[in-house]
């Protein structure tokens, strides 16, 4: 693939939704659609905003092992990331990422709720586009 880095932010930053999975205590995975992330960094590194009682934040405290995908229903095209996901609780980090129109999910705001952030680094990954799938690093 051609500059993956272009073509896979591509269709990441024209999703609204995508998918994280975790791992629970009996080794299953578990899938949960998300709103997009509130920040990405390149394809490595994503930033995503939770409530810190969720049972994924439970999940990715004990294993932290994960998956994101994002589908381009349109063409018929998706990447799968795997790597970590490390539950991010710093608040520098929290303050730099919060925005306003989060009040409606954290009602006690940035310091007084339970507005956490999950923070996704992925290692490899797999794109499909048309009709064909192809693996890769990320670097």
């Known amino acids: 693939m051609k500059n993956a880095i272009e073509t896979i932010g591509n269709l990441i930053d024209h999703q609204s939704v995508s998918f994280i999975?975790?791992?629970d205590e009996?080794?299953?995975p578990n899938t949960k659609a998300m709103l997009a992330s509130v920040k990405r960094e390149g394809i490595r590194t994503f930033y995503w905003h939770t409530n810190s009682p969720?049972?994924?934040v439970k999940q990715y405290r004990k294993n932290p092992k994960a998956c994101i995908y994002f589908c381009d229903k349109r063409f018929f095209?998706?990447?799968m990331l795997k790597g970590c996901m490390e539950v991010v609780d710093d608040d520098a980090v929290k303050r730099e990422i919060w925005?306003?129109?989060f009040s409606v999910y954290y009602r006690?705001?940035?310091d007084g709720?339970?507005?956490i952030l999950?923070?996704?680094t992925a290692e490899t990954g797999r794109f499909y586009s048309h009709f064909h799938s192809e693996d890769f690093e990320v670097e």
């Open 113 to 115: 709720g339970d507005f």
């Open 77 to 79: 095209r998706g990447v």
């Open 99 to 101: 925005r306003d129109e």
């Open 54 to 56: 969720s049972m994924r």
């Open 21 to 23: 999975s975790s791992v």
């Open 108 to 110: 006690g705001g940035v």
């Open 26 to 28: 009996e080794g299953y």
């Open 118 to 120: 999950l923070k996704f």
